[in-house]
């Protein structure tokens, strides 16, 4: 009897089993893969270094809630060349594939469908995460494509699973998958962006140009921080993002956005932001009230904010910094 139950075992790769070697290089090739994910999807625009300087450091965060949108304008603009467009959509779904199999695995006695529910929340969740800690775009066309490649991962597993006829041989099988395509996917991440990859010894250089305009403003120490969300004649609103620093009670609210005036005596400030692989550049410039509108309105992301109130009147604005994406 218990000789049976051991071949039917073995034959149903249904159910994960296998000897704890393959399944302990099957959990350390995930985890490796994990790390390489969290990198290329976390800290892709700003190295994990970075963070350390978030007392400077301006919000990197825009947002596309229409399907599709982002997808057609890579096929459609001028100034995105087809190369980084299949790059881009390419490398979003075949991020997701490994984390496809893995969590098919994980509910190996479970419906598909929770597969594929797990698979979307995870993507909605870390586009949750870039968006709150302002570490780059957050877009529904990632969602679409990461499912789309979790969901290939899924397929891929249940090939697996009925093309092999014994636990250790579906775990062999998956665990040469993953090896073949990590080492294929790192040698892509090496010749096109080597500082994604976890454990380099990339480091993050800053440049200030012309940061002598803010001489006696410290950007860690102003009083609120948040996104431009209107301009108006002697008056800002600010929408308070979830970076945002307290400040004083008494300031006109309107919920989750901070109204604040303006005058002829509060001091503007522009910060342009560009960067290069592992160089953040930060170029300051002196600005008026005119020059602020034009800021919002020829930029699809909301410009990040920061403001200094005035110690007479915390509904006066005594110096502002805006900062801006190149």
């Known amino acids: 009897m218990d000789l049976k139950l051991n071949r039917n075992r073995e034959r149903n790769p249904e159910k994960p089993g296998g000897s704890r070697l393959l399944i302990f290089l099957f959990y350390l090739m995930f985890i490796a893969y994990a790390l390489i994910a969290i990198k290329v999807i976390l800290f892709k625009t ?49 991020i997701f594939v490994p984390l496809g199999i893995f969590v098919a695995y994980a509910a190996h006695n479970k419906p598909f469908r929770i597969s594929f529910l797990c698979l979307l929340l995870t993507s909605f969740a870390l586009e949750i995460i870039q968006y709150v800690f302002a570490l780059g775009s957050s877009d529904i066309d990632d969602i679409l494509l990461n499912f789309a490649g979790g969901a290939i991962g899924v397929g891929i597993y249940k090939w697996f699973r009925k093309t092999t006829s014994s636990q250790n041989q579906f775990l062999m099988s998956l665990i040469g998958f993953f090896l073949v395509t990590g080492l294929l996917g790192g040698a892509v991440i090496k010749m096109i962006a080597p500082d994604l990859l976890p454990f380099s010894n990339a480091k993050v250089e800053f440049i200030y140009e012309n940061k002598e305009v803010m001489a006696g403003w410290d950007e860690a120490k102003a009083d609120l921080v948040g996104d431009l969300a209107a301009v108006e004649t002697n008056k800002i609103t600010v929408y308070m993002n979830p970076k945002s620093v307290p400040t004083t009670e008494g300031k006109e609210t309107d919920d989750e956005y901070v109204h604040l005036q303006i005058n002829a005596s509060t001091k503007i400030f522009t910060s342009h932001i560009s960067s290069d692989k592992n160089t953040v550049i930060s170029k300051y410039e002196e600005a008026t009230s005119s020059d602020i509108a034009p800021l919002l309105e020829t930029r699809d992301a909301a410009p990040t904010v920061r403001v200094w109130l005035s110690n007479e009147d915390k509904q006066v604005a005594e110096a502002i910094l805006i900062s801006v994406i190149d």
Do not use: V, Y
Not at 67 to 91: C, H, K, V
């Open 46 to 94: 700003i190295p994990f270094s970075a963070l350390l300087h978030s007392g400077i450091m301006p919000a990197l965060r825009s947002i596309n809630i229409i399907p599709f949108n982002t997808i057609i304008e890579f096929f459609t603009s001028e100034n995105i060349d087809m190369g980084r467009a299949l790059a881009n959509i390419g490398g979003n779904i075949a």
